[in-house]
């Protein structure tokens, strides 16, 4: 896994993980309320527009801005630790979220991040830190790592 800050602006799918060291609920716009577990969670998600995946994630590690994805909300309560990214022009998200959720230990939200497609979910907890070589070798990706200060 390389850590590559400045990607470029390349396109791809990335997984962003996360941390809760309490549990609280948080309301989730119109999604409703969800309950937030202490441990780790992992958004799956891509970025094929302007900025590609790194103008994403550091989107991702900023607590302040306008709320458009369910994952902005989940930013009040969760401290961004890391997001393992493919620079591969195929859209990834998918069968990524099919991995994760295979993965022992991790636990789907349902119908979180998911709204236009068919998985069950798309952002998934688990109680350790997940692994990103198992995670790479399961899904067949070469992973890159980036991380932002985020502004907690």
């Not at 969670?41 to 590690?61: K, L, M, T």
């Amino acid at each position: 896994m390389n850590d590559s800050p400045d990607a470029a602006g390349q396109p791809g799918t990335y997984a962003l993980i996360l941390r809760s060291r309490r549990r609280t609920t948080l309301t989730i716009g119109r999604r409703g309320s969800l309950e937030i577990a202490p441990g780790y969670y992992v958004y799956v998600g891509s970025a094929f527009g302007p900025g590609g995946v790194a103008a994403r994630v550091r989107r991702h590690f900023r607590r302040a801005k306008k709320k458009h994805w369910h994952i902005d909300y989940l930013r009040e309560v969760l401290a961004p630790i890391v997001a393992w990214c493919s620079y591969d022009a195929e859209r990834l998200e998918h069968r990524w979220a099919a991995v994760f959720q295979d993965l022992p230990g991790m636990t789907p939200v349902p119908g979180f991040g998911c709204t236009d497609c068919r998985c069950e979910a798309h952002l998934f907890h688990c109680p350790r830190m997940p692994d990103a070589r198992a995670f790479g070798r399961r899904c067949g990706s070469h992973l890159d790592s980036l991380a932002f200060p985020a502004d907690d």
